[in-house]
């Protein structure tokens, strides 16, 4: 059974920097395109990012100049360096397959607040 299990989050100034991460377990990790997942109260989950295994990287439009996913495929770990934050980027942020699979972990709550 595969888990996820993310780490790293908490309160960050605007404009400040951040790194999240996620561990995941019970699977051949080093063969998925893993990706960053955000999502707000009452809102939808929605991509951020994903890299996939040959280390090419998407990112959603408004953080690609500012985030960086990044794989560890010996950790089974992937990263979410969070640069220049804005309060915009307040969510709660998961990790999972790209496309997901049916498992969540539970994610690490990110706050931009002054």
């Known amino acids: 059974q595969v888990q996820f299990v993310e780490s790293g989050g908490g309160l960050v100034q605007p404009g400040g920097s951040l790194n999240i991460s996620c561990v995941t377990s019970?699977?051949?990790?080093?063969?998925?395109?893993m990706g960053w997942y955000r999502q707000g109260l009452g809102d939808e989950r929605e991509l951020v990012a994903f890299?996939?295994?040959?280390?090419?990287?998407w990112y959603q439009g408004g953080v690609g100049d500012r985030f960086i996913i990044a794989r560890d495929d010996a950790k089974s770990t992937i990263y979410l360096q969070m640069n220049s934050v804005k309060r915009s980027d307040t969510d709660r942020y998961f990790c999972?397959?790209?496309?997901?699979?049916?498992?969540w972990g539970q994610g690490v709550q990110v706050t931009v607040s002054s």
């Open positions: 890299i996939n295994t040959d280390g090419d990287q």
């Open positions: 019970g699977v051949a990790f080093s063969t998925w395109t």
């Open positions: 999972n397959r790209a496309p997901v699979t049916s498992v």
